[in-house]
């Protein structure tokens, strides 16, 4: 069996940065990850296709993505690798608007309402790592984000982001 290791990939908008001149209400951190493509959009594409559809919304600015990660699986480690980046973003909305911004997004790219195991297969992840240096633990939403730390699939991309609060 071949060794499988993290390295990054080609891409257009990862890593990005933007020098903004508004200062937002609210910053956050969103970890992306997707191993599974939706008819011809391949995980890449589909990262893609967040970035334009995130530079595109009005209340929401990206101001940081690191590059593009291919990392091998964990948990189910029987599936293809994932795709990983992270993405600083500003906004005037608040957490529960960005809380279902996430949910309605990850809808629009495929994902499923419930997945069919935990850590299965999908075509877009996306977890709410921080927002601004909020500390909330609720059953459903923990921030900052209970594992970040633990994941070389957040951890990797995020040490490509200069001035993190």
């Known amino acids: 069996m071949r060794e499988r290791k993290a390295y990054i990939i080609d891409s ?3 890593p990005y940065y933007r020098h ?18 939706k008819g011809r959009q391949t ?9 334009m559809r995130l530079f595109a919304h009005k209340r ?9 990660w291919r990392n091998p699986p964990f948990g189910f480690i029987a599936q293809d ?3 990983n980046a992270v993405m600083v973003c500003g906004s005037d909305m608040g957490l529960g608007e960005i809380y279902k911004f996430i949910f309605y997004t990850e809808r629009y790219f495929g994902r499923g309402r419930k997945r069919a195991f935990k850590n299965a297969p999908r075509t877009l992840d996306i977890d709410l ?9 609720l059953p459903h939403l923990h921030i900052p984000h209970r594992f970040y730390k ?16």
């Open 12 to 14: 257009k908008h990862y």
């Open 20 to 37: 903004s001149l508004k200062l937002w209400r609210n910053e956050f951190i969103l970890s992306l990850g997707s191993n599974m493509s």
């Open 43 to 51: 995980s890449v594409d589909i990262l893609e296709s967040m970035f």
């Open 60 to 68: 929401i600015e990206i101001l940081n993505t690191s590059p593009i």
């Open 81 to 83: 690798d994932f795709y």
């Open 129 to 137: 790592i921080c927002f601004n240096n909020m500390r909330l633990h």
């Open 150 to 165: 633990e994941r070389p699939s957040v951890m990797l991309p995020l040490s490509f982001i200069e001035n993190l609060y």
